[in-house]
């Protein structure tokens, strides 16, 4: 059984940053791709990013693109992702996810671990 347990979610102004922090344990974590996801109130969860088992390719959504950065290290089993320029339409709750594979994917239904989610709000 996978175990994601993200942190790093708060409060911050527009324009600030955050950085989160996605903790697994369960599995061999450098075999596999890692992703992250995000849901607002009434919204359907949306892809943000995802990396490879290497950290050597990555993918982000066009709306974070250019301000998000994902990233990972395999020493310590976590999965990051620096958020930075934060906009309001970025308050969401951030959930990271696990594939059963090492395929790089950004549908959310292809994924089987999911964390508990951390909520970021962004303030104007």
């Known amino acids: 059984q996978v175990q994601l347990v993200e942190s790093g979610g708060g409060l911050v102004q527009a324009g600030g940053s955050l950085r989160l922090s996605c903790a697994a344990s369960g599995r061999t974590f450098s075999n596999y791709a890692m992703g992250w996801f995000r849901q607002a109130p009434g919204k359907v969860r949306e892809f943000v990013a995802v990396i490879s088992w290497s950290g050597s390719s990555t993918y982000y959504a066009d709306s974070v693109k250019g301000r998000f950065t994902i990233s990972r290290d395999n020493a310590k089993n976590t999965v990051y992702l620096q958020m930075n320029s934060l906009k309001p339409e970025d308050t969401a709750v951030y959930y990271c996810?696990?594939?059963?594979?090492?395929?790089?994917?950004?549908?959310?239904?292809?994924?089987?671990?999911w964390g508990q989610g951390t909520q970021v709000t962004v303030s104007s």
């Open positions: 996810a696990a594939p059963p594979a090492a395929t790089i994917t950004v549908r959310p239904y292809e994924y089987d671990y």
